[in-house]
């Protein structure tokens, strides 16, 4: 990536607004229940804490729509962080105003604070000009390690850009220099797997996917619109009936690129939608008017893991079926172990596919587990995150 890094400027002794994102899953009792964003930011924060910065952290956490809502505080994540770093995280009630600027005042070299949710101000999300320049008037340093929020033009995503030198930190640095470098300077096959629920979502990376790869895989909801597009029945299954023209013309663009495309050739049909459902493994051909398809059948799954057992790059996004239901995560737990045993530089992205990873247990066998959903989906899409766009040039 050729943007200035946390680690190219000078930060001993320096007060560094850090933009992370630590929207975290928090239960009914505002505990955090999945912590990887936080421990993902770890390695820039503790390099600015050994190295003598003063360290301002802001976030968002879900969606106050710019209200003040006790909710969405980020009180407890400054607990949790606290726990992690083995240190105080004091913690600012405003990200803005005396209750920011007083606290930022006191901090001594090496010490970290946390700023309260950046949402509760409405002119975050409009990126208001005057708000960007008060947050960034806390500093004069700004790291973006946001990869998660990189696709959002925000005040403390870009705007704070135009006010204070700012560069990208670690995590920020390696998202996209994984994915950027499996797109753009691949080991070959390089093979990606598309899943997942709609064809709409995702339209854009099949057909920025198709420039670049040599294999495709769909799978999930959406290759029943891409059955349809074969002239296959698909029963009741999910079906974006619009989308099935567009279906056809992505194939066709596949042959014409020369991509292999694999999609499924037998399915687990259901009869409801359901866990406890009636369900039986049909050839695409067979499956009946009442019926759905919640998941691949083993011979498709078969003939996904002999592709990508060749992949020496594979980037996957979306799951091959209801992998919530466990009769129907068997197509996402194979295509799992495959890309795991590959040997290849394997990529996953997106909150679906993450969480069938994590659930399979093969998280620690892939390369790079991106720690954004939607921003991870622009990237493949090849368009460019504001968030990294608003950073220096090395
Ligand atoms: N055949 C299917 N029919 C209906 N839903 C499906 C099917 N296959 C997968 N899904 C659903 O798709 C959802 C994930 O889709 P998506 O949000 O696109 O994935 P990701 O978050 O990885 O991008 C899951 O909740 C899964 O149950
Ligand atoms: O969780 C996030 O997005 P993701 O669920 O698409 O990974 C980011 O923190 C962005 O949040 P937003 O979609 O409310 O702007």
Same mark, same amino acid.
């Given at each position: ?190 093979? $990606?797997?598309?899943?997942? *629920?709609?064809? #709409?979502?995702?339209?854009? /990376? @099949?057909? =920025?996917?198709?420039?670049? +790869? ?86 498709? $799954?078969?003939?996904?893991? *002999?592709?990508? #057992?060749?992949?020496?790059? /594979? @980037?996957? =996004?979306?799951?091959?079926? +209801? ?13 799992a172990q495959?890309?795991a ?16 990873v994590e659930k399979m247990k093969v998280g620690e066998r ?29």
């Amino acid at each position: 990536m050729n943007k200035k890094s946390v680690k190219d400027v000078e930060v001993r002794g320096k007060r560094v607004l850090v933009r992370v994102d630590f929207n975290v899953p928090l239960n009914e009792q505002g505990e955090i229940t999945n912590d990887k964003r936080i421990k993902a930011s770890l390695p820039t924060i503790l390099y600015l804490v050994r190295e003598g910065a003063r360290v301002i952290l802001a976030s968002h956490l879900g969606r106050p729509k710019g209200q003040v809502n006790p909710k969405y505080s980020l009180a407890p994540v400054a607990k949790h962080l606290s726990n992690l770093l083995a240190q105080e995280v004091v913690f600012a009630k405003d990200c803005i105003g005396d209750s920011a600027m007083e606290p930022v005042s006191k901090l001594q070299d090496g010490q970290v604070l946390l700023l309260e949710n950046v949402r509760f101000h409405g002119e975050e999300e409009k990126n208001d000009p005057s708000f960007a320049r008060e947050l960034a008037g806390l500093a004069e340093l700004f790291v973006n390690d946001a990869f998660g929020t990189a696709h959002r033009a925000h005040a403390s995503t870009e705007g704070v850009t135009h006010y204070i030198p700012a560069v990208c930190g670690l995590l920020m640095q390696k998202e996209v220099e994984f994915m950027g470098n499996a797109l753009e300077r691949p080991e070959r096959p390089f093979v $990606a797997i598309i899943g997942g *629920a709609k064809v #709409s979502d995702k339209i854009g /990376v @099949i057909e =920025n996917l198709l420039e670049k +790869v040599d294999a495709l895989i769909i799978g999930g909801g959406m290759a029943n619109t891409f059955l349809k597009a074969q002239g296959y029945n698909v029963g009741k299954s999910l079906l974006e009936e619009e989308k099935v023209e567009l279906a056809k013309q992505l194939i066709e663009k596949a042959k014409s690129k020369g991509v292999e495309l694999e999609l499924p050739i037998d399915v687990v049909a259901a009869t409801a939608f359901q866990a406890d459902a009636a369900h039986r493994t049909v050839r695409v051909s067979e499956i009946r008017e009442e019926e759905m398809a919640l998941d691949i059948g083993a011979a498709t $799954a078969e003939k996904f893991e *002999a592709c990508i #057992s060749t992949a020496r790059t /594979v @980037i996957w =996004n979306g799951p091959m079926g +209801v992998f919530e239901m466990e009769a129907f995560a068997k197509g996402t737990e194979k295509v799992a172990q495959a890309v795991a045993a590959c040997g290849g530089i394997t990529i996953v992205g997106g909150g679906d596919s993450v969480a069938a990873v994590e659930k399979m247990k093969v998280g620690e066998r892939m390369t790079h587990i991106s720690t954004g959903g939607g921003a991870s989906l622009e990237f493949l899409e090849g368009k460019i995150l504001p968030g990294v766009a608003a950073l220096e040039e090395a």
